[in-house]
Protein backbone atom coordinates (compact mmCIF):
# COMPACT_ATOMS: atom_id res chain seq x y z
CA UNK A 1 0.00 0.00 0.00
CA UNK A 2 3.00 2.60 0.20
CA UNK A 3 2.89 4.73 -3.17
CA UNK A 4 6.32 5.41 -4.01
CA UNK A 5 5.80 9.07 -4.63
CA UNK A 6 3.84 11.72 -2.80
CA UNK A 7 1.85 12.87 -5.64
CA UNK A 8 -0.89 11.84 -5.69
CA UNK A 9 -3.17 10.46 -9.14
CA UNK A 10 -7.15 10.92 -9.84
CA UNK A 11 -8.01 9.14 -12.67
CA UNK A 12 -11.60 9.49 -14.82
CA UNK A 13 -13.99 6.29 -15.12
CA UNK A 14 -15.72 5.82 -18.47
CA UNK A 15 -16.50 3.09 -21.17
CA UNK A 16 -13.04 1.96 -21.36
CA UNK A 17 -12.49 1.46 -17.48
CA UNK A 18 -15.63 0.93 -15.60
CA UNK A 19 -15.15 -2.67 -15.00
CA UNK A 20 -13.81 -4.49 -11.87
CA UNK A 21 -10.71 -5.77 -13.59
CA UNK A 22 -9.56 -2.48 -15.17
CA UNK A 23 -10.00 -0.42 -12.32
CA UNK A 24 -7.92 -3.16 -10.45
CA UNK A 25 -5.80 -2.76 -13.11
CA UNK A 26 -5.46 1.09 -12.60
CA UNK A 27 -5.29 0.84 -8.64
CA UNK A 28 -2.09 -1.34 -9.00
CA UNK A 29 -0.20 1.19 -11.62
CA UNK A 30 -0.83 4.07 -9.12
CA UNK A 31 -4.20 5.60 -9.48
CA UNK A 32 -5.07 6.95 -5.88
CA UNK A 33 -8.69 8.33 -6.52
CA UNK A 34 -11.27 7.64 -9.25
CA UNK A 35 -13.87 10.19 -10.33
CA UNK A 36 -16.82 10.16 -11.91
CA UNK A 37 -17.86 12.38 -14.49
CA UNK A 38 -21.29 13.07 -13.79
CA UNK A 39 -21.60 15.07 -17.29
CA UNK A 40 -21.85 11.26 -18.61
CA UNK A 41 -23.84 8.24 -17.84
CA UNK A 42 -27.31 7.27 -16.05
CA UNK A 43 -27.11 7.59 -12.18
CA UNK A 44 -27.69 3.27 -12.91
CA UNK A 45 -24.31 3.54 -14.68
CA UNK A 46 -22.69 5.71 -11.90
CA UNK A 47 -23.52 3.27 -8.85
CA UNK A 48 -22.39 0.29 -10.82
CA UNK A 49 -19.22 2.10 -10.88
CA UNK A 50 -18.74 2.98 -7.35
CA UNK A 51 -19.49 -0.94 -6.66
CA UNK A 52 -16.71 -1.95 -8.82
CA UNK A 53 -14.62 0.66 -6.67
CA UNK A 54 -15.36 -0.62 -3.45
CA UNK A 55 -14.82 -3.78 -4.51
CA UNK A 56 -11.43 -3.35 -5.63
CA UNK A 57 -10.65 -1.39 -2.80
CA UNK A 58 -11.74 -4.29 -0.59
CA UNK A 59 -9.98 -6.79 -2.28
CA UNK A 60 -6.35 -4.56 -2.12
CA UNK A 61 -6.90 -3.78 1.37
CA UNK A 62 -5.88 0.12 0.45
CA UNK A 63 -8.13 3.12 0.94
CA UNK A 64 -9.21 4.40 -2.37
CA UNK A 65 -10.90 7.78 -2.73
CA UNK A 66 -14.04 8.76 -5.27
CA UNK A 67 -14.73 12.16 -6.58
CA UNK A 68 -18.54 12.71 -8.09
CA UNK A 69 -17.65 15.78 -10.65
CA UNK A 70 -21.19 17.94 -10.85
CA UNK A 71 -21.94 18.90 -14.52
CA UNK A 72 -22.38 22.64 -13.36
CA UNK A 73 -23.75 25.05 -15.09
CA UNK A 74 -23.82 24.15 -19.32
CA UNK A 75 -24.36 27.06 -21.64
CA UNK A 76 -24.91 26.24 -25.06
CA UNK A 77 -27.18 27.63 -28.42
CA UNK A 78 -29.90 25.72 -29.79
CA UNK A 79 -30.11 23.76 -33.31
CA UNK A 80 -29.78 25.11 -36.67
CA UNK A 81 -31.57 23.99 -39.48
CA UNK A 82 -29.50 21.65 -41.27
CA UNK A 83 -27.81 20.82 -37.95
CA UNK A 84 -25.15 23.40 -38.89
CA UNK A 85 -24.17 26.85 -40.31
CA UNK A 86 -20.75 28.56 -41.40
CA UNK A 87 -20.44 31.92 -39.96
CA UNK A 88 -18.25 34.14 -42.24
CA UNK A 89 -15.62 36.72 -40.54
CA UNK A 90 -17.07 40.33 -40.32
CA UNK A 91 -20.71 39.29 -40.89
CA UNK A 92 -23.04 40.21 -38.23
CA UNK A 93 -25.06 37.26 -36.10
CA UNK A 94 -27.98 37.49 -33.68
CA UNK A 95 -28.23 35.31 -30.64
CA UNK A 96 -31.90 35.44 -29.48
CA UNK A 97 -34.77 33.73 -27.18
CA UNK A 98 -36.68 32.64 -30.40
CA UNK A 99 -36.83 28.34 -30.29
CA UNK A 100 -36.96 28.10 -33.88
CA UNK A 101 -33.90 26.71 -35.96
CA UNK A 102 -31.17 28.86 -36.38
CA UNK A 103 -29.76 30.17 -39.49
CA UNK A 104 -26.44 31.71 -41.00
CA UNK A 105 -27.66 34.71 -39.31
CA UNK A 106 -29.16 33.91 -36.15
CA UNK A 107 -29.61 30.96 -33.25
CA UNK A 108 -31.43 30.58 -30.39
CA UNK A 109 -29.34 31.21 -27.19
CA UNK A 110 -31.81 30.11 -24.48
CA UNK A 111 -29.88 31.56 -21.52
CA UNK A 112 -31.54 34.81 -20.19
CA UNK A 113 -28.54 35.26 -17.33
CA UNK A 114 -26.25 35.96 -20.47
CA UNK A 115 -28.30 38.77 -21.61
CA UNK A 116 -28.03 40.70 -18.37
CA UNK A 117 -24.62 40.26 -17.69
CA UNK A 118 -23.08 41.35 -21.22
CA UNK A 119 -22.78 44.60 -22.89
CA UNK A 120 -21.22 46.13 -26.07
CA UNK A 121 -17.62 45.30 -26.04
CA UNK A 122 -17.93 42.04 -24.75
CA UNK A 123 -16.81 38.80 -26.47
CA UNK A 124 -18.62 35.62 -26.80
CA UNK A 125 -16.73 32.11 -27.40
CA UNK A 126 -18.82 29.46 -28.84
CA UNK A 127 -17.90 25.38 -29.54
CA UNK A 128 -14.83 25.33 -27.36
CA UNK A 129 -13.54 29.15 -28.65
CA UNK A 130 -13.34 28.25 -32.50
CA UNK A 131 -15.73 30.77 -32.73
CA UNK A 132 -15.59 34.40 -31.53
CA UNK A 133 -18.35 36.95 -31.45
CA UNK A 134 -17.78 40.11 -30.15
CA UNK A 135 -20.98 42.19 -29.49
CA UNK A 136 -22.51 45.18 -31.03
CA UNK A 137 -25.61 45.81 -29.44
CA UNK A 138 -27.80 44.33 -26.52
CA UNK A 139 -31.33 44.61 -26.63
CA UNK A 140 -34.28 42.54 -25.28
CA UNK A 141 -33.94 39.02 -25.31
CA UNK A 142 -31.41 39.61 -28.29
CA UNK A 143 -27.38 39.98 -28.55
CA UNK A 144 -26.25 41.46 -31.77
CA UNK A 145 -22.72 40.67 -32.84
CA UNK A 146 -19.97 40.56 -35.54
CA UNK A 147 -17.93 37.61 -36.27
CA UNK A 148 -14.64 38.24 -35.60
CA UNK A 149 -13.16 34.83 -35.49
CA UNK A 150 -15.77 32.23 -38.27
CA UNK A 151 -15.94 29.13 -38.73
CA UNK A 152 -18.57 26.27 -38.58
CA UNK A 153 -20.85 25.87 -35.82
CA UNK A 154 -23.13 22.84 -35.22
CA UNK A 155 -26.14 22.13 -32.82
CA UNK A 156 -25.96 22.74 -28.87
CA UNK A 157 -22.18 23.77 -28.54
CA UNK A 158 -21.26 25.33 -25.91
CA UNK A 159 -21.01 29.03 -25.09
CA UNK A 160 -18.53 31.00 -22.95
CA UNK A 161 -18.28 34.48 -21.41
CA UNK A 162 -14.98 35.25 -20.79
CA UNK A 163 -14.74 38.69 -19.25
CA UNK A 164 -18.45 38.51 -17.36
CA UNK A 165 -19.76 37.12 -13.63
CA UNK A 166 -23.30 35.38 -14.34
CA UNK A 167 -25.78 35.92 -12.04
CA UNK A 168 -26.49 31.81 -12.29
CA UNK A 169 -25.50 29.66 -9.15
CA UNK A 170 -23.18 26.80 -9.69
CA UNK A 171 -25.63 23.73 -8.50
CA UNK A 172 -28.04 23.48 -11.40
CA UNK A 173 -31.58 21.35 -10.94
CA UNK A 174 -29.53 18.43 -12.27
CA UNK A 175 -26.24 19.01 -10.19
CA UNK A 176 -28.83 18.55 -7.33
CA UNK A 177 -30.29 15.62 -8.67
CA UNK A 178 -26.72 14.13 -8.98
CA UNK A 179 -25.58 15.44 -5.79
CA UNK A 180 -28.29 13.93 -3.47
CA UNK A 181 -27.28 10.37 -5.74
CA UNK A 182 -23.77 10.59 -5.28
CA UNK A 183 -24.01 11.33 -1.47
CA UNK A 184 -26.50 8.22 -0.49
CA UNK A 185 -23.78 6.39 -2.48
CA UNK A 186 -21.40 7.67 -0.38
CA UNK A 187 -18.84 9.80 -2.41
CA UNK A 188 -16.13 11.08 -0.43
CA UNK A 189 -15.50 14.08 -2.92
CA UNK A 190 -17.96 16.07 -4.52
CA UNK A 191 -16.33 18.19 -7.70
CA UNK A 192 -18.27 22.03 -8.29
CA UNK A 193 -17.57 22.88 -11.68
CA UNK A 194 -17.87 26.38 -12.92
CA UNK A 195 -17.42 27.81 -9.54
CA UNK A 196 -16.96 31.83 -10.14
CA UNK A 197 -17.89 33.01 -6.36
CA UNK A 198 -17.29 32.18 -2.64
CA UNK A 199 -21.21 31.86 -2.16
CA UNK A 200 -21.30 29.06 -4.93
CA UNK A 201 -18.88 26.77 -2.74
CA UNK A 202 -20.92 28.22 0.53
CA UNK A 203 -24.07 26.85 -1.34
CA UNK A 204 -22.46 23.64 -2.39
CA UNK A 205 -21.33 22.52 1.87
CA UNK A 206 -24.45 23.58 3.06
CA UNK A 207 -25.91 21.15 0.97
CA UNK A 208 -22.81 18.40 1.38
CA UNK A 209 -22.86 19.35 4.78
CA UNK A 210 -20.36 16.12 6.80
CA UNK A 211 -21.16 13.48 4.53
CA UNK A 212 -18.67 14.52 1.86
CA UNK A 213 -15.69 17.09 1.00
CA UNK A 214 -16.27 19.78 -1.30
CA UNK A 215 -13.57 20.48 -4.42
CA UNK A 216 -13.80 23.67 -6.42
CA UNK A 217 -12.89 23.43 -9.74
CA UNK A 218 -11.26 27.32 -11.04
CA UNK A 219 -12.13 26.99 -14.73
CA UNK A 220 -13.92 30.69 -15.30
CA UNK A 221 -11.06 33.86 -15.20
CA UNK A 222 -14.33 35.43 -12.45
CA UNK A 223 -13.05 33.12 -9.71
CA UNK A 224 -9.59 34.57 -9.58
CA UNK A 225 -10.70 37.63 -8.31
CA UNK A 226 -11.90 35.68 -5.36
CA UNK A 227 -9.33 33.56 -5.52
CA UNK A 228 -8.37 33.03 -1.59
CA UNK A 229 -11.56 33.73 -0.37
CA UNK A 230 -12.74 30.72 -2.50
CA UNK A 231 -9.69 28.45 -1.03
CA UNK A 232 -10.90 29.73 2.34
CA UNK A 233 -14.22 27.98 1.97
CA UNK A 234 -13.25 24.89 -0.12
CA UNK A 235 -11.62 21.21 1.18
CA UNK A 236 -9.65 21.85 -2.08
CA UNK A 237 -9.29 23.19 -5.10
CA UNK A 238 -8.57 21.96 -9.14
CA UNK A 239 -6.78 24.04 -11.55
CA UNK A 240 -9.83 22.84 -14.52
CA UNK A 241 -7.42 23.91 -18.04
CA UNK A 242 -9.95 23.20 -20.60
CA UNK A 243 -12.66 25.67 -19.77
CA UNK A 244 -10.02 28.29 -18.58
CA UNK A 245 -7.87 28.02 -21.38
CA UNK A 246 -10.91 29.14 -23.45
CA UNK A 247 -11.90 31.91 -21.91
CA UNK A 248 -8.53 33.14 -20.61
CA UNK A 249 -5.30 33.72 -23.68
CA UNK A 250 -3.93 30.19 -24.04
CA UNK A 251 -0.55 31.91 -22.83
CA UNK A 252 -1.53 33.22 -19.24
CA UNK A 253 -2.92 29.55 -18.02
CA UNK A 254 0.55 28.49 -16.89
CA UNK A 255 0.99 31.16 -14.72
CA UNK A 256 -2.67 31.06 -13.37
CA UNK A 257 -2.09 27.65 -12.98
CA UNK A 258 1.23 28.60 -10.95
CA UNK A 259 -1.08 31.02 -8.83
CA UNK A 260 -3.40 28.78 -7.71
CA UNK A 261 -0.85 26.35 -6.58
CA UNK A 262 1.16 28.58 -4.54
CA UNK A 263 -2.15 30.21 -3.16
CA UNK A 264 -3.65 27.06 -2.41
CA UNK A 265 -0.56 25.43 -0.85
CA UNK A 266 -0.44 28.71 1.28
CA UNK A 267 -3.71 28.34 3.01
CA UNK A 268 -2.50 24.93 3.62
CA UNK A 269 -5.45 23.11 0.97
CA UNK A 270 -5.31 20.34 -1.27
CA UNK A 271 -4.75 21.50 -4.87
CA UNK A 272 -5.31 19.60 -8.14
CA UNK A 273 -3.78 20.23 -11.82
CA UNK A 274 -6.22 19.01 -14.66
CA UNK A 275 -7.65 18.54 -18.24
CA UNK A 276 -4.72 17.40 -21.63
CA UNK A 277 -2.12 16.03 -18.82
CA UNK A 278 -1.65 13.41 -21.26
CA UNK A 279 -4.25 14.18 -24.32
CA UNK A 280 -2.31 11.93 -27.13
CA UNK A 281 -2.64 8.79 -24.98
CA UNK A 282 -6.05 8.83 -25.67
CA UNK A 283 -4.79 6.90 -29.04
CA UNK A 284 -1.00 6.25 -28.46
CA UNK A 285 0.26 3.70 -25.97
CA UNK A 286 3.07 6.91 -25.29
CA UNK A 287 2.79 10.54 -24.14
CA UNK A 288 4.56 13.31 -25.86
CA UNK A 289 7.53 15.10 -24.38
CA UNK A 290 5.59 18.08 -24.18
CA UNK A 291 3.19 16.31 -21.77
CA UNK A 292 5.88 14.46 -19.81
CA UNK A 293 7.02 18.06 -19.35
CA UNK A 294 3.64 19.23 -18.14
CA UNK A 295 3.14 16.67 -16.00
CA UNK A 296 6.41 17.09 -14.61
CA UNK A 297 6.11 20.73 -13.86
CA UNK A 298 2.90 20.65 -11.87
CA UNK A 299 4.93 18.00 -10.04
CA UNK A 300 7.66 20.54 -9.27
CA UNK A 301 5.10 22.84 -8.51
CA UNK A 302 3.89 21.08 -5.41
CA UNK A 303 0.46 20.07 -6.29
CA UNK A 304 -1.16 17.36 -4.40
CA UNK A 305 -2.55 15.49 -7.13
CA UNK A 306 -2.74 15.14 -10.86
CA UNK A 307 -5.41 13.62 -12.87
CA UNK A 308 -6.67 11.96 -16.39
CA UNK A 309 -9.98 12.50 -17.84
CA UNK A 310 -10.39 11.04 -21.23
CA UNK A 311 -7.15 9.22 -21.42
CA UNK A 312 -8.32 6.68 -18.44
CA UNK A 313 -12.20 7.24 -19.24
CA UNK A 314 -12.42 6.96 -22.81
CA UNK A 315 -9.09 5.69 -24.26
CA UNK A 316 -7.22 3.05 -25.42
CA UNK A 317 -4.36 2.73 -23.13
CA UNK A 318 -5.81 3.64 -19.82
CA UNK A 319 -3.42 1.50 -17.54
CA UNK A 320 -0.47 2.56 -19.55
CA UNK A 321 -1.82 6.47 -19.41
CA UNK A 322 -1.40 5.69 -15.27
CA UNK A 323 1.66 4.02 -15.28
CA UNK A 324 3.89 6.88 -17.31
CA UNK A 325 1.97 9.20 -15.01
CA UNK A 326 3.20 7.11 -12.04
CA UNK A 327 6.59 7.56 -13.11
CA UNK A 328 7.24 10.89 -14.22
CA UNK A 329 5.99 11.83 -10.88
CA UNK A 330 8.63 9.21 -9.01
CA UNK A 331 11.43 10.45 -11.32
CA UNK A 332 10.74 14.07 -10.44
CA UNK A 333 10.36 13.84 -6.61
CA UNK A 334 13.73 11.64 -6.78
CA UNK A 335 15.58 14.79 -7.89
CA UNK A 336 17.16 17.17 -5.38
CA UNK A 337 15.62 19.92 -6.93
CA UNK A 338 12.62 19.13 -6.34
CA UNK A 339 13.00 19.01 -2.55
CA UNK A 340 14.67 22.17 -2.69
CA UNK A 341 11.16 24.01 -4.52
CA UNK A 342 8.74 22.36 -1.58
CA UNK A 343 10.72 24.16 0.77
CA UNK A 344 10.55 27.69 -0.74
CA UNK A 345 6.91 27.74 -0.41
CA UNK A 346 5.96 28.30 3.34
CA UNK A 347 2.39 27.51 5.01
CA UNK A 348 0.71 30.30 6.50
CA UNK A 349 0.67 28.24 10.20
CA UNK A 350 -1.99 28.89 12.83
CA UNK A 351 -1.25 29.79 16.23
CA UNK A 352 -2.27 26.13 17.24
CA UNK A 353 -0.86 23.06 19.01
CA UNK A 354 -1.88 20.85 16.03
CA UNK A 355 -0.05 23.30 13.62
CA UNK A 356 3.15 24.17 15.87
CA UNK A 357 3.77 19.85 16.48
CA UNK A 358 3.18 19.38 12.74
CA UNK A 359 5.61 21.71 12.35
CA UNK A 360 8.23 19.97 15.00
CA UNK A 361 7.49 16.62 13.29
CA UNK A 362 8.62 17.46 9.94
CA UNK A 363 12.25 18.90 11.53
CA UNK A 364 12.25 16.00 14.36
CA UNK A 365 12.72 13.31 11.81
CA UNK A 366 14.86 15.19 9.63
CA UNK A 367 17.49 15.55 12.25
CA UNK A 368 16.74 11.91 13.81
CA UNK A 369 16.38 10.53 10.08
CA UNK A 370 13.47 8.84 11.43
CA UNK A 371 12.13 5.94 9.09
CA UNK A 372 8.33 7.44 8.69
CA UNK A 373 6.21 10.40 10.96
CA UNK A 374 2.70 8.37 12.06
CA UNK A 375 -0.26 10.37 12.36
CA UNK A 376 -3.19 9.72 14.75
CA UNK A 377 -6.39 11.30 13.16
CA UNK A 378 -10.15 11.32 13.19
CA UNK A 379 -11.22 13.55 10.85
CA UNK A 380 -7.93 14.17 8.69
CA UNK A 381 -7.22 17.66 9.63
CA UNK A 382 -3.69 16.62 11.58
CA UNK A 383 -2.72 14.61 8.63
CA UNK A 384 -3.79 17.70 6.18
CA UNK A 385 -1.32 19.75 8.68
CA UNK A 386 1.35 17.19 8.46
CA UNK A 387 1.40 16.92 4.53
CA UNK A 388 1.72 20.31 4.02
CA UNK A 389 4.97 20.57 5.63
CA UNK A 390 5.68 18.97 2.61
CA UNK A 391 8.33 16.57 5.03
CA UNK A 392 11.34 14.48 2.98
CA UNK A 393 9.87 11.58 5.85
CA UNK A 394 7.15 9.54 4.67
CA UNK A 395 3.69 10.20 6.28
CA UNK A 396 1.81 6.99 7.76
CA UNK A 397 -1.89 8.14 8.96
CA UNK A 398 -3.85 5.77 10.95
CA UNK A 399 -7.25 6.09 11.80
CA UNK A 400 -10.51 4.63 13.10
CA UNK A 401 -12.99 6.36 10.50
CA UNK A 402 -13.09 4.70 7.00
CA UNK A 403 -14.22 7.73 5.32
CA UNK A 404 -11.29 9.79 6.68
CA UNK A 405 -8.81 7.60 5.31
CA UNK A 406 -10.90 8.21 1.73
CA UNK A 407 -10.93 11.46 1.69
CA UNK A 408 -6.96 11.86 2.93
CA UNK A 409 -5.89 9.79 -0.93
CA UNK A 410 -6.04 13.11 -2.49
CA UNK A 411 -3.70 14.47 -0.14
CA UNK A 412 0.02 14.86 -1.08
CA UNK A 413 2.20 12.17 0.90
CA UNK A 414 -0.37 10.87 3.15
CA UNK A 415 -0.35 6.54 3.02
CA UNK A 416 -3.73 5.99 5.09
CA UNK A 417 -4.70 2.75 7.07
CA UNK A 418 -8.38 2.09 8.58
CA UNK A 419 -7.01 0.70 12.34
CA UNK A 420 -9.09 1.35 15.65
CA UNK A 421 -8.02 4.05 17.56
CA UNK A 422 -5.13 3.82 20.14
CA UNK A 423 -6.73 3.29 23.94
CA UNK A 424 -4.17 4.42 26.14
CA UNK A 425 -0.85 6.01 25.96
CA UNK A 426 1.20 2.80 25.98
CA UNK A 427 -1.12 1.21 22.88
CA UNK A 428 -0.35 4.40 21.08
CA UNK A 429 3.27 3.78 20.61
CA UNK A 430 2.95 -0.17 20.56
CA UNK A 431 0.36 0.63 17.23
CA UNK A 432 2.51 3.09 15.21
CA UNK A 433 5.11 0.75 15.83
CA UNK A 434 3.90 -2.51 14.65
CA UNK A 435 2.02 -0.64 11.34
CA UNK A 436 4.78 0.54 10.66
CA UNK A 437 6.86 -2.87 10.44
CA UNK A 438 3.62 -4.51 9.08
CA UNK A 439 3.60 -1.93 6.07
CA UNK A 440 7.18 -1.81 5.73
CA UNK A 441 7.60 1.95 6.17
CA UNK A 442 10.41 0.95 8.87
CA UNK A 443 12.52 -1.97 10.32
CA UNK A 444 13.66 -2.93 13.72
CA UNK A 445 15.91 -0.61 15.19
CA UNK A 446 14.06 2.72 13.40
CA UNK A 447 13.20 5.31 14.98
CA UNK A 448 9.68 6.61 14.27
CA UNK A 449 7.91 10.10 15.43
CA UNK A 450 4.14 10.27 16.61
CA UNK A 451 1.90 13.00 16.33
CA UNK A 452 -1.73 12.62 18.20
CA UNK A 453 -4.07 13.98 20.37
CA UNK A 454 -4.99 13.13 23.74
CA UNK A 455 -7.53 12.21 25.01
CA UNK A 456 -7.95 9.83 22.14
CA UNK A 457 -10.48 10.20 19.59
CA UNK A 458 -11.58 13.81 20.17
CA UNK A 459 -11.12 15.57 16.83
CA UNK A 460 -8.89 18.44 16.55
CA UNK A 461 -6.63 17.87 19.48
CA UNK A 462 -3.34 17.06 18.63
CA UNK A 463 -1.54 17.68 21.68
CA UNK A 464 1.11 15.01 21.76
CA UNK A 465 4.58 14.23 19.92
CA UNK A 466 6.92 11.55 21.20
CA UNK A 467 9.54 9.80 19.15
CA UNK A 468 9.91 5.88 19.92
CA UNK A 469 12.07 3.03 18.25
CA UNK A 470 10.70 -0.07 16.91
CA UNK A 471 12.67 -2.80 18.27
CA UNK A 472 11.18 -2.74 21.82
CA UNK A 473 7.83 -0.57 21.39
CA UNK A 474 8.61 1.79 24.07
CA UNK A 475 9.07 5.60 23.75
CA UNK A 476 12.69 6.94 23.93
Known amino acids: MHRQRCTRIIATLGPASSDVETIKKLSDAGADVFRLNMSHGTHRDIGLIHSAIREVESDTGRAIGILADLQGPKLRVGVFDGDKVELAQGQEFTLDMDEKPGTQKRVCLPHPEIYQAVEKGTDLLLDDGKIRLSIKKVEDGRIITTVAVGGVISNRKGVNVPNAILPMAALTVKDK ?258 ISVKYKFAAMKDRIVITAGMPFGTPGKTNVIRIARIQSYHEE
Request: charged share 25%; proline share 4%.
Open 177 to 434: KDLDFVLNLGVDWVGLSFVQRPEDVQEAKDIVGEQAKVLAKLEKPAALYALDEIIALSDAVMVARGDMGVELPMEEVPAKQKKIIRHARRAGKPVVVATQMMESMILSPVPTRAEVSDVANAVFDGTDAIMLSAETAAGQYPVEAVSHMDRIAQTVEREPSYRKAQNTEETLREATSADALSAAAKQIAATLEAAVIVTYTTSGSTAIRAARERPKTSLLVLTPNQSTARRLTIVWGLNCVHTEDATNFQDMIDKACQ
